[in-house]
């Protein structure tokens, strides 16, 4: 006598599934805005083919590429740490780079270097000093 009220059971509840399942295909899909506002950097980008309609990168988009090698070494009995690094520089643009500039945040431990606000001396040291550059 127990089984047919397990199986009338089960099948109640995979009618009643199947109902919320018919149910929620017959909704209204969400309104979605498909499109992208028009600003002037869009328009910009359209005329100059960095970016296409849907705004994907476009026949004339391109990136430089940039790779770092760093190797450090730490001397814990003078807390000094000497490294080198090594910077590898794709320019993939269409045009020649006249320069490239690199920003040094150097002596921002520096000892005697003016600052806002109060720094715990343990932070403070000797500064860095950069040795040789190749390029």
């Known amino acids: 006598m127990l089984r047919p009220v397990v199986v009338v059971s089960a099948l109640a509840t995979a009618l009643i599934a199947g109902e919320a399942r018919c149910q929620s295909s017959r909704l209204p ?4 805005r498909r499109d992208i506002p028009m600003t002037n950097s869009i328009r910009r980008a359209f005329a100059a083919g960095t ?3 849907s705004g994907r990168p476009g026949r004339n988009y391109w990136q430089v ?4 090698t760093i190797t450090a070494r730490l001397e814990p009995s003078t807390s000094r740490i000497t490294g080198r690094e090594k910077i590898d520089f794709w320019n993939n643009s269409p045009d020649s780079l006249r320069s490239l500039v690199f920003r040094l945040d150097m002596n921002m431990f520096l000892f005697n270097v003016p600052r ?13 000093d950069m040795l040789t550059t190749n390029c």
């Open 29 to 32: 899909e969400r309104a979605v």
């Open 65 to 68: 590429r940039t790779d770092y």
């Open 51 to 53: 970016r296409d309609s």
């Open 116 to 128: 806002l606000a109060p720094w715990i001396p343990s932070e403070l040291t000797d500064g860095f």
